[in-house]
């Protein structure tokens, strides 16, 4: 069971970027997928999750109304679209498997440890 998370770089602050998150080995229909990062010195914090049926969502308020988070279980894929990106943006980011197709988000940021599998994560840089 593998994930891959791809699409990082370097951005200048008010662009964009598209991470990918896909798998080899298994189908994503039944496990709610996040997408996490983490900044140097700082802990792995939820940035936006997605119940395996996409009708439930968590977002962090830091990104709300610039990254959005969808998902094509037809292809496997969970999209983690960023823009209007900023510097306080900048971390390695990492998706994330959750086996349960019941799950559903609130307020509170999702925890790490009910995630199963994670990918290698893909380094976002946002400087001028």
């Known amino acids: 069971v593998q994930l891959q998370a791809y699409g990082g770089g370097w951005v200048r602050p008010g662009g964009s970027l598209r991470l990918s998150c896909t798998t080899t080995?298994?189908?994503?229909?039944?496990?709610?997928v996040g997408w996490f990062r983490e900044a140097p010195g700082k802990e792995r914090e939820a940035v936006s999750c997605?119940?395996?049926?996409?009708?439930?969502?968590y977002t962090q308020d830091s990104v709300k109304g610039r990254f959005t988070i969808s998902r094509n279980n037809i292809d496997n894929v969970v999209i983690l679209q960023m823009d209007n990106v900023v510097p306080d943006d900048t971390a390695v980011y990492y998706c994330?498997?959750?086996?349960?197709?019941?799950?559903?988000?609130?307020?509170?940021?999702?925890?790490?440890?009910?995630?199963?599998?994670w990918g290698q994560g893909t380094q976002v840089t946002v400087s001028s």
């Open positions: 997605i119940s395996n049926n996409g009708r439930s969502r």
């Open positions: 994330a498997a959750e086996m349960n197709p019941h799950r559903t988000y609130g307020s509170e940021a999702p925890r790490t440890a009910s995630f199963d599998y």
């Open positions: 080995g298994f189908s994503l229909n039944d496990y709610a």
